[in-house]
Nanobody, 116 residues
Framework: QVQLMESGGGLVQPGGSLRLSCAASGFTFTSYGMSWYRQAPGKERELVAS????????NYSDSVKGRFTISRDNAKNTVYLQMNSLKPEDTAVYYC?????????WGQGTQVTVSS
């Protein structure tokens, strides 16, 4: 059974940091590219960051570049999103995504709220 289990969300003040984790099981993690998406209320889901299955090539949206860092630990089947200098506009539900060819899996999401 495929599972992507996000954790680490919560309430943080502007300028603060959070680290999201996504623990994967039920598929060959090392074959899949991993990404974080987010969806704010009333907005479409958007890609935040991605990391390739091999070579560790990363990609970021312009809105988070320089503040967020995606990484993966293939030994633990886990992908991370380190979020620094958080802004109120980063408030959203953050989703983990795994993709390989035409196969895509999603986690259930974790809420991140940036507010004073």
């Amino acid at each position: 059974q495929v599972q992507l289990m996000e954790s680490g969300g919560g309430l943080v003040q502007p300028g603060g940091s959070l680290r999201l984790s996504c623990a994967a099981s039920g598929f060959t993690f090392t074959s899949y590219g991993m990404s974080w998406y987010r969806q704010a209320p009333g907005k479409e889901r958007e890609l935040v960051a991605s990391i390739a299955s091999i070579g560790r090539i990363t990609n970021y949206s312009d809105s988070v570049k320089g503040r967020f860092t995606i990484s993966r630990d293939n030994a633990k089947n886990t992908v991370y999103l380190q979020m620094n200098s958080l802004k109120p506009e980063d408030t959203a539900v953050y989703y983990c995504n795994a993709v390989w060819l035409y196969t895509s899996y999603w986690g259930q999401g974790t809420q991140v709220t940036v507010s004073s």
